[in-house]
């Protein structure tokens, strides 16, 4: 079963970068979808960047975009969501998700991690 467990949240100063991992483990399938999502206090969750493994398309965000990056080791079965230049806005709990559909989509995935804690100061 495919379980996620993301980490690399805490506590950064506006303008300052963190770096989230999800490490991923009962992936039997060969190409799927997989990416984050955020869910800041009093708002709906939202898409903040995915992945398809079947071509390596990528979606990101408007909010973020030029300020996120997504990536994958797969020799440590590990995501990534390098965070640069954060705002205030981007204070929310992070979550990695798995879908086994091979396409670049962004909402309703099936499977989640527990969520890792990103708060910005200003």
């Known amino acids: 079963e495919v379980q996620l467990v993301e980490s690399g949240g805490g506590l950064v100063q506006a303008g300052g970068s963190l770096r989230l991992s999800c490490a991923a483990s009962?992936?039997?399938?060969?190409?799927?979808?997989i990416g984050w999502f955020r869910q800041a206090p009093g708002k709906e969750r939202e898409g903040v960047s995915c992945?398809?493994?079947?071509?390596?398309?990528?979606y990101y965000a408007d909010s973020v975009k030029g300020r996120f990056t997504i990536s994958r080791d797969t020799a440590k079965n590990t995501l990534y969501l390098q965070m640069s230049s954060l705002k205030p806005e981007d204070t929310a709990v992070y979550y990695c998700?798995?879908?086994?559909?091979?396409?670049?989509?962004?909402?309703?995935?099936?499977?989640w991690g527990q969520g890792t804690q990103v708060t910005v100061s200003s």
């Open positions: 998700a798995f879908d086994p559909r091979p396409v670049l989509f962004c909402d309703e995935y099936d499977i």
């Open positions: 009962g992936i039997t399938f060969d190409d799927y979808a």
């Open positions: 992945i398809s493994t079947r071509d390596g398309s990528t």
